[in-house]
C-alpha cells in the first residue's frame, strides 16, 4: 500500500528552481538566435544554408516520401496538440487537478499564438531553393511546429513523471526526444524551415511550457509517493 510522503521546503524549490533555470536557458537561445537572425550574422546565416540544402529532400521527391515527410511533421500541428490534450485537461478537471488542468491549458493553447508573434517580431522570409521549393507566404523563424511538439512533449513529461519509475522516466525522456527531434528535422526535409528555426522553435516551446507550469504549479499541494 502506498502512502504519501510531504515534500520538504528543499524538495519543493530544488525542482521549480531548476524549472526557471531551465526556461531562461531555453529564453536565451531564442533570443540569440532571433539576434543572428535579425542582425544577419554570417557564420549562422552560412550554416542555416548549409543545413538547408544538405536536408532539403528536393521538389523531384517521391510522392511516398512526401507522404512519409507529412506524417512524421503531422504532431507539431496545433490541432494534434489539442487532440492529444483536450481530454487530459477534462479528466484533470474530474479528478479535482484544476490547478494543473489550468496551466496545461495555457500552455498548450498560448504556444501557437505566441510563436507567431516572434514570427513577427523577426520577419525571417521561408527558404528558397531553384526548383520552388515549398513556397510558404507566412514566416519562418521560430519554426512552429518545432515549438507545437516541444510544448506538447515538455507538458506530457510534467505530467507523467510523478508517477513513472526510474526506467519509465528514461524510456519517455528518450521517446519524447525522438519525437522533437523527428519532427523538428521534417521541417528542414520539407524545406520549409532553417536549422536555427528548428532550435528555436524548441527552445521555445519547451522554455514556454517549462515556465507556465512552474507558475501553475506554485504554491499547490505536492507529495511524493513511496512503497510502505
Not at 117 to 128: N, T
Not at 158 to 170: D, E, F, N, T, Y
Request: with cysteine; proline share 4%.
Amino acid at each position: 500500500m502506498g502512502q504519501a510522503v510531504p515534500v520538504t521546503t528543499a524538495q519543493r524549490v530544488h525542482p521549480m528552481g531548476s524549472r526557471l533555470a531551465a526556461a531562461g536557458t531555453c529564453a536565451l537561445v531564442v533570443v540569440l538566435l532571433g539576434a543572428g537572425v535579425a542582425g544577419g550574422w554570417g557564420p549562422q546565416l552560412r550554416l542555416d544554408d548549409a543545413v538547408s540544402v544538405a536536408l532539403y529532400a528536393g521538389d523531384d521527391r517521391s510522392r511516398a516520401v512526401s507522404v512519409l515527410l507529412e506524417v512524421l511533421t503531422a504532431p507539431g500541428y496545433t490541432v494534434a496538440r489539442l487532440l492529444v490534450f483536450a481530454p487530459v485537461v477534462v479528466w484533470l478537471v474530474r479528478v479535482g487537478r484544476r490547478r494543473d488542468a489550468v496551466w496545461v491549458t495555457v500552455a498548450v493553447v498560448g504556444v501557437g499564438p505566441l510563436n507567431s508573434g516572434l514570427k513577427e517580431l523577426v520577419g525571417r522570409v521561408r527558404p528558397d531553393f531553384p526548383g520552388g521549393g515549398a513556397g510558404y507566404d507566412s514566416l519562418s523563424f521560430p519554426s512552429g511546429h518545432s515549438s507545437g511538439i516541444a510544448c506538447l512533449v515538455v507538458t506530457a513529461l510534467l505530467l507523467a513523471w510523478p508517477v513513472l519509475s526510474g526506467a519509465g522516466r528514461r524510456w519517455a525522456a528518450v521517446a519524447g526526444l525522438a519525437l522533437v527531434v523527428v519532427v523538428g528535422l521534417s521541417r528542414i526535409w520539407l524545406g520549409v524551415h532553417y536549422l536555427s528555426d528548428v532550435v528555436a522553435g524548441w527552445a521555445f516551446g519547451a522554455g514556454w511550457t517549462l515556465l507556465v507550469a512552474t507558475i501553475g504549479q506554485r504554491g499547490g499541494e505536492r507529495v511524493r509517493w513511496t512503497r510502505a
